[in-house]
């Protein structure tokens, strides 16, 4: 496993987390009230090019740096998105189907981990589930982070075309 | 069922399993832990290290953000014009309005001896960054305790209440916003003068709960701070339904937060004002005000 690899996810999730809290962050750029979510897009992207245990790592480390830049209880978004690099890193066989399939991956992924969030919240009192235009607050990410997924998916493609090695399960 | 990389798959399910764990015990430990906790150490430092790239790339990219601003807003701002304007003939008879009243209280004062504290001092700060997701009710600021910062100050823009500051560093400080759930702000309804709590929901409109509540409250009325937490009068928002007050059940209403939240740029947090400067103000008023009562009447029967 080439540690140059891990560098650039890592460095990738950090960016995705500035990007979020500066240019996608409220009151900024956010179409229709609500910005994309682009650490879950990024912790999905980079499943074909690191190893599953890598990858489960990167998806930890990439939450508890949501939580602790966040205002949630520390943790939550850690199980959230070690869920979604699980998820990715099983499907990711299925990756070299095409971007369309990454895609709805992407789609159903981002979906599934603000859902996610919104009820592990819930179960540690922080009632987010009666928070106001929920449906949109889960479903919006979900649509821009399909609609980023296809440039990100040729940007990834740059990054680790010289390390090109799949990990394909 | 093991698949054909049987222990590759076991090791991955292994180390997904411990994470979620981990993240668990990280979770509970969190909600048990207080406000100095390890947490919020984490935190400090984890925003410390974010803050420079933070502020870096908000400096680049807010031509950007201007610029897709203006290109989104150029449509309706004809409309928008139209709007102001309206509002701001409105505002200039409330402002005349206000001019009468601000007379009238300072005659009050000066028959009742009442004093209005004047000298709050004041900080200006930009946001820099906001939390994460759409659910984080945080923003950062670029004053920290080098310019006397200190953790449970109001945050107030020109608008009224934004939130309190949470956790303070050197150079920056992050606040926790009015509407986010585990804010609460004690409160006052000013036409009513009675007392109740304003508690965040995330998102939105914010909840007022008045639990000795004599009289109802109507739409538009303002509610402003009690002077518990914060210092007194900073609007906090209108109500937005009329409510009956019912003997034995506590008044609840909608309050729409008098600051547009989504587009605070700058705020200023209230420095030289603390819960206690409000206990020792409130018992020199309450011996200033027995004293007047006590004191036998000028030319009385002596």
Known sequence: MSRSRVVIALLSVVLAIVLQT?????????????????????????????????????????????????????????????????????????????????????????????????????????????????????????????????????????????????FAV | MIPSSGRRFDRATILFLALVAVGFIVATFDVRSDQDSVANVLREGTQSIFTPLQKGVDWVTSPVVGFVDGVSNLAGLRDENERLRSQLRASEAQLRETDALEEKVTQLELINGLTVSDDLTTVTARLYSTGVTAFDNVRYIDKGSNDGVVAGQAVVDEDGLVGRVELVSANDARIRLITDPIVSVGVRVQTTNETGIVSGRGDGPLRLEMFRALQPVYENALVVTDGSRFPPGIVVGTVMTTEKAEVGFVLRTDVEPAALLSQVDFVKVILGWSPVDAVVENNENLVRNTTTTTSPPEGGDG
């Open chain 1, 22 to 166: 500066t240019l996608f962050g409220s009151g900024r750029i956010q179409p229709l009230g609500v910005a994309p979510a682009l650490v879950t897009l990024v912790v999905v992207l980079v499943a074909p090019y690191l190893e599953t245990e890598y990858h489960l790592l990167l998806g930890f480390t990439a939450g508890i740096l949501i939580d602790l830049v966040g205002s949630g209880t520390l943790g939550i978004w850690a199980m959230t998105m070690t869920g979604v690099a699980y998820a990715s890193s099983r499907l990711r066989a299925r990756f070299v189907q095409g971007p369309l399939l990454i895609g709805a991956v992407v789609f159903v992924l981002t979906i599934l981990s603000q859902t996610m969030f919104v009820l592990l919240s819930t179960l540690f009192g922080q009632n987010t589930i009666a928070e106001p235009e929920l449906l949109s607050k889960i479903l919006l990410p979900a649509v821009w982070n399909l609609l980023l997924s296809f440039p990100m998916i040729w940007v990834f493609k740059i990054l680790y075309k010289p390390r090109e090695r799949r």
